[in-house]
Structures are given as C-alpha cells and as structure tokens.
C-alpha cells in the first residue's frame, strides 16, 4: 500500500459526459502528479500540482482540468469526453516536487470507460 | 514522446533464471528510475540511480547506468512468479523535475 488513495475505482460514463477523479496524496507529501496509462500511449505525464499551486504541465488536454485543494487532496476533472479518453488515470505523490531525486508514490488508479 | 525505451517489450522465463532489461534513453539524463507495476495496479518504485553513478543494488535487483552509451539494464536476480509484472524506467533530463516513462517490459515467471 503506497498510500495514495484514489477514488473512484471504475468509472463508466457515457461521450460528452464530465467526470471527477480524486486523489489524497500520501501524508507529509506536498507535490500531486496525475498521469494518463493507455495501451498506445503509454504512461504520459498530465500535470503537476505542488502545496496547492500548479507547477508543471503536461499532454493535458484543455478539456481536462485539475486543481490541489488545501488540505493537499487533489481532483482531475475531465469533461467532454471522447471514447479515446477511455484510460487508467493514476495519481501519484512525493515529498518534494524540485529536485531530481526523488521518488513517486503512485495510487490504485481509476480506470475510465467512456461508451 | 518517450524519453525511455525499454528493450524488450516481453521477456518470458522460468522461476529461478534471471531477468534483463534495458532501457534506452535520448538526452543527458539527472537520474533514472525503475518502477514495477503488477496488472491494472499502480506502479511502484524500485531504485533510483544518478547520473553519476554505476550501479545500484537492492536486493535481487541490480541497476546499472552507461551515460556513454544513454542506456540502463535493471536485472532481476534468481526470478520469482511474483516478480511477473511490467517494468518501466523513467529519467529525468533538463530543467525538468517530472519523469518521462518509456514503454515498459511485460515480465511474465513462469512457476
């Protein structure tokens, strides 16, 4: 358990729909990263949010929008979903967010169907 | 794009042989990472090597970086079934804090 949690597990939805994901980083982590996993992607970096500030961005769609709240628990909500947003949404946490070594705690992953 | 290519995309063995895989990078690289992630699950970190090292051990597993040739082998010593999984290697280069994954191998131990 790496002590990032994620929630929802599964998602269905249907094309045009909005959806939230959540995530609560690790306790004392202060940076949130959510990634996007599909089969011909790969594992693509969306953004980046450190002690409640946007610091780094990724292939984020302009559809697709995030935001770290105060209590450090962050939210990636996607709208206007198309069926290749299908994917494993995975958020990840680390203590620091500005140095090169560091490692990522990644959550369970939320795994997006959209029909 | 991917920053990382690992090599190969599958590796099949029986429990008890070793695993290799490699990793092939473009830029100059700060550090390079090893994750493993077991089916639809998230991934987890196994050893971080910098730039200015060789080799890095943990447990059953040996990191090795070749800055002159941008490549990095993580072996698997005496394979376990439960080491089947995906493995993953992620640098970062530049500016940049947030590493770039490559592909991933798919690791299957055959009991």
């Known amino acids: 358990d790496s002590g990032v949690t994620q929630t929802p597990k599964h998602l269905i939805t249907a094309t045009g729909q909005r959806v939230t994901l959540r995530c609560s980083p690790r306790?004392?982590?202060?940076?949130v990263y959510w990634y996007q996993q599909s089969l011909d992607q790969g594992l693509q970096f969306l953004i980046q949010?450190?002690?409640?500030?946007?610091?780094a961005k990724g292939n984020i769609l302009e559809r697709f929008s995030a935001q770290q709240f105060p209590d450090l628990h962050s939210e990636l909500n996607l709208s206007s979903l198309e069926l290749g947003d299908s994917a494993l949404y995975f958020c990840?946490?680390?203590?620091?967010?500005?140095?090169?070594?560091?490692?990522?705690?990644f959550g369970p992953g939320t795994r997006l169907t959209v029909t | 794009s991917q920053q990382g290519e690992e090599d190969p995309q599958a590796l099949s063995i029986q429990e008890g042989e070793n695993a290799t895989m490699n990793c092939s990078y473009k830029?100059?690289?700060?550090?390079l990472q090893w994750y493993r992630q077991n089916s639809g699950r998230g991934l987890v970190h196994l050893i971080l090597?910098?730039?200015?090292?060789r080799e890095k051990h943990s447990g059953r597993l040996r990191v090795t970086l070749d800055t002159s040739k941008k490549s990095s082998s993580l072996l698997i010593t005496a394979s376990r079934a439960a080491d089947t999984a995906s493995y993953f290697c992620?640098?970062?280069?530049?500016?940049?804090?947030?590493?770039?994954f490559g592909r991933g191998t798919s690791l299957i131990v055959h009991p």
């Open positions: 990840a946490s680390s203590v620091d967010g500005q140095s090169y070594s560091y490692e990522q705690y």
């Open positions: 306790s004392g982590d202060l940076s």
């Open positions: 949010y450190y002690n409640g500030e946007e610091r």
């Open positions: 830029t100059s690289i700060n550090n």
């Open positions: 090597i910098r730039s200015n090292e």
């Open positions: 992620a640098s970062t280069s530049g500016g940049s804090y947030i590493p770039t």
